[in-house]
């Protein structure tokens, strides 16, 4: 049969295009899995690289204080979110790439199977129908030649003279049986040629175009969603690059935010020593021993210069290295400068701690307030534990800060006594300072022995802000202002720290507050 071994073959050559096609989505699904595990290993790479060389220290070690180093920092940090976005793109091309075309490649195969197997179910029908077509012909061609050889008997045996009559009978009815039969086989031999070639008809210009036409439409879908897969490939680098290229903006700007100038003052400001400089040696005139009498000279041998010298070299060179000092509480080992940066920090944290636990004590006093006139709310005895401990915790706080005060006084620094002279009622609420006539005995005392000479010869700043008086304050001591509650004064120096604030009265005169009791407006 020529025409089913062309029509195979075509078949055969379809099969082969729609396999390949499925082979090159497996191909392509491959890819982006093997570029996922890439971009997942590159990202995880670039994490271990930023946790090796991230800073093991808090963001309070001193060298975190330099810009480069700070801008170093900041590099990690923009490093690890770009590693971050690695990982965006890998998950995204496992979950819409490699996920929905392995799905999809799946039920195209299910869908290419199904076509192939109706073509061969068409196919089976037409060979079926083709061997009934055959059988049927050879019947009618061996029945028509049985009738062919009973007429011949027949006529032959009519022809015949010592025949009898019966012979002659029995001859022609086998004759005419068989051209009956003959005739049965040729119509059922048209029925079945007619039954084929409508069959075969259906085949040629139905079954087997729809089945071509299927897996045409199934190619070209597998087409489509294929490149619509290779445009995703890009797009999931698009999704991320703003990201990006905000990362490489921030390294960029790290860059930009490094200050040599800034890390050279800010090296000297950590490690100012605060020694005074070496004075001038004075002139040792050696040349008095010449005409010492020989009784002196008896006492024992004049030194040389370089022995004398040898006195005062420590003079010369304070910082010669020596080793390192015990630490102790009131940071006495460190040089003065140095000393009082320590102990201002150590007041600051005292500070907040206990800022901390004056709010807390506030809440429970309002919180006992609220349980007393509504006991359904709670025990208001409930919080007395709580309360004396907060109060225990502020009067301890107190004490170090005052502690810690004192040191700074003696290290030079200006002390805050005034600022937390605030203490706890018997009921643990908080006593703010209201007056001058307070009681407060520190007041009368210098708060700060260098404010006299702070106005001598100075020109008049222009003020930076503006502050009202919450409290009266005395200003008995020397370099300080007093002031009434309600008073608006300008601010000419801001708090450096120390809890002091330069101003000046609408009089003209100037001098420092304490920072606590103002309200301080600086305009932006």
């Keep these: 049969m020529d025409w089913g071994t062309e029509l195979w073959d075509q078949c055969d050559t379809i099969d082969k295009h729609t396999q390949s096609g499925l082979e090159l989505v497996e191909k392509y699904v491959k890819f982006v899995k093997e570029r996922t595990e890439i971009e997942q290993q590159y990202a995880k790479q670039l994490r271990n690289l930023v946790k090796k060389y991230a800073s093991k220290r808090g963001k309070d070690d001193q060298e975190n204080r330099f810009t480069n180093h700070q801008s170093f920092q900041d590099i990690l940090n923009e490093m690890n979110d770009y590693a971050g976005q690695r990982e965006v793109i890998a998950e995204n091309m496992m979950i819409r790439i490699c996920c ?67 012979d002659v009978e029995k001859a022609k009815q086998q004759a005419h049986l068989r051209t009956h039969i003959a005739e049965e086989c040729k119509n059922e031999y048209a029925s079945q040629l007619q039954k084929f070639n409508k069959e075969q008809n259906q085949f040629y210009y139905s079954s087997i175009p729809q089945v071509f036409n299927k897996l045409q439409d199934m190619d070209e879908r597998r087409v489509q969603r294929l490149a619509e897969g290779y445009a995703l490939f890009a797009d999931t680098e698009k999704r991320v690059l703003p990201i990006i290229g905000k990362c490489l903006e921030g390294i960029t700007k790290a860059g930009a935010n490094t200050d040599s100038k800034q890390d050279s003052l800010t090296l000297i400001e950590q490690h100012k020593s605060g020694f005074d400089r070496p004075g001038d040696l004075e002139f040792e005139d050696y040349s008095q021993g010449i005409n010492r009498t020989s009784s002196e000279s008896s006492l024992g041998t004049p030194k040389g210069p370089l022995e004398l010298l040898g006195k005062n070299r420590n003079k010369l060179w304070p910082f010669s290295k020596k080793s390192k000092p015990t630490a102790t509480e009131d940071f006495a080992h460190l040089p003065p400068e140095q000393r009082r940066k320590k102990l201002q920090r150590k007041m600051d944290d005292i500070r907040k701690e206990l800022q901390k636990e004056q709010d807390q004590s506030e809440a429970l006093l309002k919180m006992k307030d609220v349980y007393e006139k509504n006991s359904q709310m709670g025990n208001p005895d409930s919080l007395s534990p709580q309360i004396t401990q907060t109060a225990q915790n502020v009067e301890r706080l107190r004490g170090e800060l005052a502690k810690y005060e004192s040191w700074l006084m003696e290290a030079g620094g200006r002390g805050e006594s005034v600022r937390y002279s605030s203490h706890l009622n018997n009921n643990g609420a908080i006593n703010r300072p209201n007056n001058a006539n307070s009681g407060e005995g520190d007041l009368s005392q210098p708060i700060y022995t260098e404010f006299e000479d702070d106005f001598d010869d100075e020109e008049v700043d222009a003020p930076i802000g503006q502050c009202m008086a919450l409290y009266s304050f005395p200003g008995s001591s020397e370099g300080t202002l007093s002031m009434q509650e309600g008073d608006m004064l300008s601010v000419v120096e801001e708090d450096k720290g120390d809890g002091w604030t330069r101003v000046r009265s609408t009089n003209g005169d100037e001098g420092y507050i304490p920072t606590s009791y103002v309200k301080i407006t600086i305009p932006q």
């Design 100 to 166: 929905e075309l392995t799905k999809y490649l799946q039920e195209l195969k299910q869908e290419r199977k199904s076509y192939l197997l109706e073509a061969k179910r068409a196919q089976q029908s037409l060979e079926n129908g083709y061997k009934q077509l055959e059988s049927s012909k050879k019947r009618f061609e061996r029945e028509w030649r049985e009738a062919e050889r009973a007429a011949q008997y027949a006529e032959k045996t009519d022809q015949d003279l010592n025949a009898t009559k019966a």
